[in-house]
């Protein structure tokens, strides 16, 4: 499973830094404006001690973690939504990633310069959000002119689509991102088609280098969604802020393990269990008979299989069984 999260911020806020530390990668984070201008992608393994312990417990050969993919994208100025800097280029960058992790800088260095002279990051992040809420407006605006047509001679679905969007354009056009929208389910499959900058999920991470933690607090109380505090110079809170990150994209892991390999699997939260098997490969949805699952703390305190089995804790379970975090599965195809 190929899903992404953006990192996206100012310039000079530590996006860069924390993506080279991530990663390993000699990206350039030189002291100035638009230095990153395409953007890096780089592969993060997802820290897990359950990967490891069912590794050990199976004395297996070769251990491969859960990961996610970053992408460092070109530093975004006031005024992008109308071409700015390279605001086309973020804009366009940013569509692509599924999620985004919005670096913000809380940390003071007279060395590296702010675009704004001054650090203050609930401003930077309303710049931000803004320059997003701005690109999402002219998109839905535009799109609502066009379907006209179509609902005035009736069009049902033109006419269904044009009332998501009109309740998207009224919370847009009150500075607000567009997944602060209240949707229900079939109304988020329309409004999904738009690929909305400010309707993909948020993670705030406060580069906080040598801050005092009151600063940091006070910040935080006032971020507008969920957030973590990190330090890109020195990698602290990376662990954190990656779990974050594999949980706002609505992932989870299911493990399986033996002398050969042991896994981490990512897989959409919510799927059946033929649908997780298409991790492994896509045929074992067609070809799947049933799973043998067991909870992998479970697994651990048994002290091997057949004692786990002898205790009732490995199930047998059919197609409509829903996958949950941390499951030891075998599957019969």
């Known amino acids: 499973m190929s899903l992404s999260i953006g990192i996206v911020g100012l310039p000079n806020v530590g996006k860069s830094t924390l993506f080279n530390a991530l990663t390993k990668k000699g990206v350039p984070a030189e002291n100035y404006p638009f230095c990153t ?19 050990d417990f199976s004395k297996t050969n070769r251990t491969i973690p859960a990961v996610i993919e970053f992408v460092d994208i070109a530093g975004l100025v006031a005024g992008a939504s109308k071409g700015e800097g390279l605001g086309n280029k973020f804009l366009s960058n940013i569509r692509e990633v599924d999620a985004i992790l919005e670096v913000v800088r809380v940390f003071e260095d007279k060395d590296i310069i702010h675009v704004a002279n001054k650090v203050d990051p609930l401003q930077d992040i309303s710049v931000i959000n803004l320059e997003l809420i701005l690109a999402d ?13 179509d609902v005035k001679r009736g069009d049902k679905l033109a006419i269904a689509e044009e009332v998501v969007l009109k309740k998207v354009e009224k919370v847009l056009s009150d ?30 991470a406060l580069n906080a280098s040598e801050v005092a933690e009151n600063v940091i607090e ?24 990656i779990r974050a990150s594999y949980d706002l994209l609505g992932l989870e892991t299911y493990f399986t393990t033996g002398v050969e390999e042991t896994r981490a699997w990512t897989i959409q939260k919510g799927s059946t269990a033929p649908i997780a098997g298409t991790a492994i490969h896509t045929d074992f949805k067609d070809k799947f008979i ?44």
């Open 37 to 55: 201008i395409d953007p890096s992608v780089g592969i993060v393994p997802v820290p897990d001690d359950r990967l490891y312990k069912l590794a």
């Open 137 to 149: 407006l002219e998109t839905v605006t535009k799109r609502i002119a066009n379907l006209q047509k």
């Open 175 to 204: 500075s607000h991102l567009a997944n602060e929208t209240i949707l229900d389910e079939k109304e988020s499959e329309i409004i999904k088609s738009m690929h909305l900058l400010s309707m993909k999920p948020i993670l705030y």
């Open 218 to 241: 006070k910040v935080a109380q006032n971020i507008p969604g969920k957030h973590v505090v990190i330090d890109a110079v020195f990698e602290k809170g990376f662990d954190e802020m």
């Open 290 to 333: 049933r799973a043998e699952v067991v909870f992998w703390k479970d697994l651990l305190e048994a002290g091997s299989y057949s004692e786990a089995r002898s205790k009732g804790k490995v199930r047998t379970e059919g197609k409509e069984y829903i996958v949950k975090d941390g499951d030891v599965i075998e599957f019969k195809i």
